[in-house]
Nanobody, 126 residues
Framework: QLQLVESGGGLVQPGGSLRLSCAVS????????ISWFRQAPGKEREGVSC????????NYADSVKGRFTIRRDNAKNTVYLQMNSLTPEDTAVYYC???????????????????WGKGTLVTVSS
């Protein structure tokens, strides 16, 4: 069964940067749209960004546009989320996931997502 493993989370000061990685176990991962979601304490899970199977199309939540960049390296079965200009509001557990389609890649429910990773915690604090 396909598995996704996130890494790269940690503690960072406001204004700082982090790069998250999502390693996908299946060599066919290149066929999937991959999404990043986040869930802050007491809040619902929200879509952050996604990238199409070939990497030519990307989508971002308004809250992260201009600060976050998603890219993929299908040769390494890995998707990256570069996060810059971080604020305390970005504090959350970040999850990567395979999407059912690019059109639904930021929908957190079963209509939008096939498989979830276990998440990595990002804390933005001074």
């Amino acid at each position: 069964q396909l598995q996704l493993v996130e890494s790269g989370g940690g503690l960072v000061q406001p204004g700082g940067s982090l790069r998250l990685s999502c390693a996908v176990s299946d060599f066919t991962s290149g066929y999937f749209t991959i999404s990043w979601f986040r869930q802050a304490p007491g809040k619902e899970r929200e879509g952050v960004s996604c990238i199409s199977a070939g990497g030519s199309s990307t989508n971002y939540a308004d809250s992260v546009k201009g600060r976050f960049t998603i890219r993929r390296d299908n040769a390494k079965n890995t998707v990256y989320l570069q996060m810059n200009s971080l604020t305390p509001e970005d504090t959350a557990v970040y999850y990567c996931a395979t999407a059912t389609s690019y059109a639904l890649c930021l929908v957190p429910g079963p209509r939008g997502i096939r498989t979830w990773g276990k998440g990595t915690l990002v804390t933005v604090s001074s």
